[in-house]
């Protein structure tokens, strides 16, 4: 007698765009990640001065790129299985945007450590950012007060931490550095 192999049921692009309005989750290779937990109101403080700080600064500068914050749907490849929703997403090619967010890789991403997300973001996220073409990607995590920043340019790769006291240069801008001190946490 033959034992029948468990599958695994794989979901698509259509299944994440079918889920409801009101249900948050992320299509990572096939499988889809429920979030389940609100942000805390600390992520939320982050999320709104480091969005803020950004588009700011892309006003001045007058140029193509744009931020989206959370949720907004980024599909890293053409794979039709992996679509993510990053804290924070910069985008310099007009072209990569669409009506449902956002299909290629973004050039800057940033996500808000929760402790639900934690090994996501660390591990599986870093990997997936770094296999799409992400230039940059900020990891913040509000209860250590640190960020990881890693370079993820192939001339370039490296990481570097910082605290909640540093000055922190972004990398694919020439004059942009955020002063986390500056901002209203």
């Known amino acids: 007698m033959a034992l029948a192999l468990a599958q695994t049921m794989l979901y698509t692009e259509e ?7 009101n249900v948050r989750a992320e299509l990572i290779e096939g499988n889809l990640v429920y979030n389940q937990a609100a942000p805390s109101r600390i992520h939320q403080t982050i999320l709104m001065e480091l969005s803020g700080t950004i588009r700011d ?10 931020v989206y914050p959370a949720p907004f749907a980024v599909k890293l490849k053409d794979d ?20 449902r967010g956002c299909s290629g890789a973004p050039d800057w991403i940033i996500e808000i450590i929760s402790p ?8 599986r996220k870093l990997n997936l950012y770094a296999d799409a073409g ?16 890693y370079y993820l340019e192939q001339t370039n790769f490296k990481v570097e931490t910082y605290t909640f ?4 240069k972004v990398n694919i801008y020439e004059d942009l550095s955020i002063d986390f001190t500056g901002l209203d946490l």
């Open 57 to 66: 600064y892309l006003r001045r500068k007058n140029g193509p790129c744009r």
């Open 15 to 21: 299944d994440y765009y079918s889920l409801p309005e």
């Open 165 to 168: 006291r540093d000055r922190i």
């Open 80 to 99: 039709r299985k992996t679509i993510v929703e990053p804290d924070i997403s910069v985008i310099c090619d007009p072209g990569k945007l669409t009506d």
């Open 116 to 123: 639900s997300t934690f090994r996501n973001d660390y591990v």
């Open 134 to 149: 992400v230039r940059e990607y900020w990891i913040v995590d509000p209860s250590r007060e640190s960020i990881f920043v």
